[in-house]
Every structure is written in C-alpha cells, then in structure tokens.
C-alpha cells in the first residue's frame, strides 16, 4: 500500500462525489475527479467553488486558501488518468453491476498498492470487491449527505480487505477532517441500518397518525433533538436514493421495517425525489 495518500481519484462527481472531492481539494491533497463528460465535471466544480466562495465570505476560509483548493481538482472524463491516485474512491449510480465493472476496470488502469474504496450507502463491499482479483485493496468509505458538513464517515471491512488498506482509508477520513469509525460490511452497516427503518418508520406514522410533513418535522426537531426533521431528510438524501437504499437492505434483511413505504415508493415514482427535483415533501424554488 502506499505510504502516504498525496493524489486521491475520485469517480463520478454528484452530490456525495463533489463533497469528498471538495474535502479532499481543502485538506491539501491532489485530487482527479472523473466524470463521463467535462461538462458535467465543469458543473461539480463550479458548485465547489460556491460552497468555498461561501467559506471566504463567513470567514471559514481565506482567498488565497479556497483558490488553491480549487486549483487542487484535475478534471478528466478518461478512467486512465486515475493511474497515479494513491487510493480512488466511487460515487457513481448506486447499482451493483456498474460498482463492480468500474472496479475491475479501476483494477486493471491503476498500479497494485492503489486503494480502491467505494462510498456505497446499501449495497455490499464485498460483493463489489469481488468483482476484482484483488479484493484485499477494496474498503468501504461511506460518507454522509451532505459530506463536506456531516463529521461521520463509516470505514467498512469487507470480507477480504487488508489491515493495511482498512488503515489507509481511515488515515485519510481523519486528515480530510472527518470522524472515521470501524465497521464490517453489514446490511446499512452501522448508520443506516438504524436510519433507514427509523425513517420509514417516520412516513408510516405520516399516514398513521393524520399529522402533518411540517408538524411531523417539528415534533423530531423538538422531541427527538434532530437537527432537521424526518421529511426534510429524506428530501435532502433524496427520495429515489432512499429506496433504493431501503430496497438494498430489505432484500438481505427481509425485515418488513427495512421496506419502503409505499408512499415513499409513489413519490419516487412521480419523480418528487426532494431537493434535487424542486419538490418532495416540500417545494424547493
Ligand atoms: N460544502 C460546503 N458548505 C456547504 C455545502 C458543501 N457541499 N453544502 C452546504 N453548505 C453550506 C451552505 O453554503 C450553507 O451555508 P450558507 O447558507 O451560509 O451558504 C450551510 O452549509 C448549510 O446551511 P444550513 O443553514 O442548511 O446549515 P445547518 O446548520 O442547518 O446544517 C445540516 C445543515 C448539516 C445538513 C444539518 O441540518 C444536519 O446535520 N442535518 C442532518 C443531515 C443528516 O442526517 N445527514 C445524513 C443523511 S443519511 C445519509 O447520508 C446516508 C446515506 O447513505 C444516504
């Protein structure tokens, strides 16, 4: 394994990708980010550079800093230019086929001691690292939406992984600032198997009990200490990655709270999907 993490690849650059994009580019480290065209890489940077613009006007950060953070970011649509990264981490489509091809082709593009950690929320890191011949390089590192602002990151053991790549992974999740914690490649692992039965829980009582998105959100803010309520969660994860999640961990679980609700289900279907699409439980102009 390498000995110090200096260039970190990161795959697809959404919503969780861009966030650990952007941990990385303020923490120091060189980083590439790929996507499958350089416009939609151009777009995650310029939502980036929003965010550490922001930063500088709330004093967070100064100019000089945010500009080379910036500066830290390689765009490329080309998997080949991951070849150098120290450890390359994916956030691409939540589906287990494509995890597992991107893996075998990151496998053959990138040099041996490479760490190849994937940010999957549901699915199983040893499934994926399967995919590979050298599953002992594969590690979970799953972050928290959004990931620039949630502290937690989950480091997941799968079944095959090697201390020293376990230990590579949670080396980085403390020098990008984040609180790294330990755990084996479980259903939801440590945080969403609790989180997500407990938010399907939350829209079951929707129904249930005649209450209000706004009152239910209020009674968890101010109940429960949530920093947000149940819906504006679910709206900022987005409703489509949350049953997808849900569905994930249903499927190895079969335990009925694990399911989504079939509220949750039609709204996904309808394309209310929360933040991202304007309206979920709540409209976002
Ligand atoms: N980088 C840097 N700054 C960012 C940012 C980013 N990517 N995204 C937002 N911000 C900034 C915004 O610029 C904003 O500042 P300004 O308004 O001044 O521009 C600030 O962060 C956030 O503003 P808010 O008023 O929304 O902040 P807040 O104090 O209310 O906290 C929160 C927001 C951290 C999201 C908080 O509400 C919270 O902790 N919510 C719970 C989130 C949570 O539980 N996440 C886990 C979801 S489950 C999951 O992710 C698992 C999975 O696998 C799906």
Redesign the pocket.
Known sequence: MPKEIQTVGVVGLGAMGS?IA?LCMEAGIETVGREVSLELGEKALDRIAH?LT??VQ?DQLDQAGRDAAVGRLRLTDDLADLADCDLVIEAIVEELEPKRELLRELERICRPDTVLATNT?ALSVTEIASATSSPERVVGM?F???A???PLLEIVRAELSSDTAVDAAFELGERIGKHPIRCHDTPGFV??RV?IPLLNDCVRVLDEARVSVEDLDAGMIHGAGW??GPCA?LD??GID??VH?AEAIWDKLREPRMAAPPRLVAMANAGLLGRKSGRGFYRYD
């Open positions: 966030g952007q965010f922001r930063k709330k929320s799953h928290f939406n959004p620039p602002l949630m945080v969403n989180l920093p947000m969660l900022l994860v990655v949350h999640a």
